[in-house]
């Protein structure tokens, strides 16, 4: 593309040397410039772009976008300066790849719990509705028929486009995007035409990033105000922050619920580890999701597809078809009648959710396993919290490794038994091997028990000491059944 076509609309300040040229390429990584790209210098959160313009060059940049412009100009090279490159970078992306969210119904769910299940649902739904379609979610990306390993709940935003233009080239008309708030305060949806935002909940996550709550929720908020007049935003009223996403946001206004009267609501009517019978709008349907839990994030794909025009009917009909998430409630049943599963549910809000959702379908003559842990190097305060969740709420807890990454596993342990109390020290005990943990849960469990392995789901490693080893609950749980007769 040339130069002057990929900086159209984008607010100069100042340009030094000749626009008329062509890109071949851009990114904000020096180490990823081709010859014949654009290097826009981006201040990140641990490192300035600006420090590595010159390695840019020396690897073939042919031009250079930026906030300050070097003290040393190469007659060769062409420079743009402009106030904010990280804004620049999402206007400059939907150029490079022809605006491709203007081109793609592109709709994006935030919020604390759900997001995965909720984007994979809205994408799964619509195939079954005859439409092809997209998707960015923490477990893959997908096009169509193709799918792409994830590498981040929301990539850049020159990989979002990427991957839309893509999207469109194969046809696909709906794309269905994971918006974390990793991604939001780092302007990865920058540039980007959302026809559709949908909020799920909002509980304590990420504050080792955000640091306080407060700016985690307006964080997420600031998604909302971004929006156009012509978008539709829907938002969980269930949820005590829910009309805090719509104060301020230009867009049309639409509300859930399970609890409280909203332009969606729902009833559940039957529950099982086999399925629900849920009314939603006053029209019944079966589905094979369980978890109370997947009653908001079902009912959340009910409105995104009636706010698009789809015939409610229509939509009750392909939702019934839907299987389970990738590692959301995901249930695996022994051969003598345990019964296993495995979830993400890595948050307080999760866990609790996941847990009562388990107790409010047993009979309670069956006992309830919960093996979890936290992960390393993240918000150490969620720890005593879900320990305190798991041991009021199960039968017995066994406390172990998540993904410690770099700290220590049994440092991780002791921040999550700080939060027990001593009624409940007899309900739970220590293994910090995650293998041996599933083991012992095994050990003890007798036919129709219940064991919940939480906090991992669909992830396939397990990260010690920054080094990433092949860890799958799911093959581990099938692997230890044959070996233990079970």
């Not at 081709?34 to 073939?60: E, M, N, R, S």
């Not at 990427?162 to 780092?186: K, L, N, P, T």
């Not at 009750?316 to 345990?338: D, H, K």
């Not at 293994?431 to 041996?436: L, N, Q």
Request: glycine letters at 6%.
């Amino acid at each position: 593309m040339n130069l002057q076509d990929l900086i159209h609309k984008l607010p100069i300040l100042e340009g030094v040397g000749e626009l008329n040229r062509d890109i071949s390429n851009l990114n904000f990584d020096s180490r990823k410039i081709q010859p014949g790209g654009l290097y826009i210098a981006v201040k990140g959160v641990a490192t300035d772009g600006h420090q590595f313009v010159d390695k840019a060059l020396d690897a073939g940049a042919v031009a250079v976008v930026c906030e300050t412009l070097p003290a040393d100009l190469r007659d060769e090279v062409a420079y743009i300066k402009v106030k904010n490159t990280v804004k620049a970078l999402g206007a400059l992306a939907s150029n490079f790849y022809g605006n491709p969210s203007e081109k793609i119904t592109l709709v994006g769910i935030t919020g604390t719990n759900g997001k995965t299940s909720a984007t994979t649902l809205l994408s799964e739904t619509f195939n079954l509705l005859g439409f092809k379609t997209a998707l960015i979610s923490t477990v893959e990306y997908r096009i169509g028929s193709k799918v792409y390993p994830s590498t981040h709940t929301t990539p850049d935003i020159i990989s979002i486009n990427r991957i839309m233009a893509e999207a469109v080239d194969s046809g696909c008309e709906y794309a269905f995007m994971e918006v974390s708030s990793h991604g939001i305060h780092q302007s990865r949806t920058e540039g980007l035409n959302f026809k559709i935002a949908g909020f799920t909940n909002i509980t304590r996550d990420h504050l080792d990033y955000h640091k306080t709550f407060e700016d985690y929720l307006y964080t997420k908020k600031s998604f909302f105000d971004n929006l156009s007049p012509e978008a539709v935003a829907i938002t969980n009223i269930d949820d005590k922050n829910g009309l805090v996403m719509l104060q301020n946001t230009k867009a049309k206004r639409r509300t859930y619920a399970t609890r409280t009267l909203a332009d969606y609501s729902a009833r559940c009517l039957e529950y099982s580890f086999e399925g629900m019978l849920l009314n939603f709008n006053g029209q019944e349907f079966w589905t094979a999701l369980t978890g109370k839990f997947n009653v908001s994030n079902l009912l959340l794909v009910f409105a995104v597809a009636s706010e698009l025009g789809f015939e409610q009917v229509d939509i009750l009909r392909a939702m019934s078809q839907l299987r389970r998430v990738n590692g959301r409630f995901e249930v695996i049943t022994s051969a003598t009648g345990i019964i296993f599963i495995v979830d993400y549910a890595h948050t307080p809000d999760a866990l609790e959710n996941i847990l009562e959702s388990i107790n409010e379908t047993r009979t309670k003559n069956e006992r309830l396993i919960c093996v979890f842990g936290c992960g390393g190097n993240r918000d150490h305060g969620k720890r005593p919290q879900m320990g305190s969740i798991a041991t009021q709420k199960a039968t017995l807890s066994i406390l172990t490794s998540d993904n410690p990454r770099d700290e220590e596993p049994l440092q991780i342990i002791k921040d999550i038994e700080a939060g027990i109390a001593p009624q409940h020290f007899s309900k739970y005990t220590v293994i910090a091997d995650r293998k041996e943990a599933i083991k012992m849960a095994i050990k003890f469990a007798e036919p129709k028990d219940i064991i919940l392995v939480a906090g991992k789901g669909h992830e396939t490693y397990q990260e010690i000491k920054c080094v990433r080893h092949h860890f799958d609950d799911r093959e581990i749980i099938t692997e230890l059944l044959q070996l233990m007769g079970k």
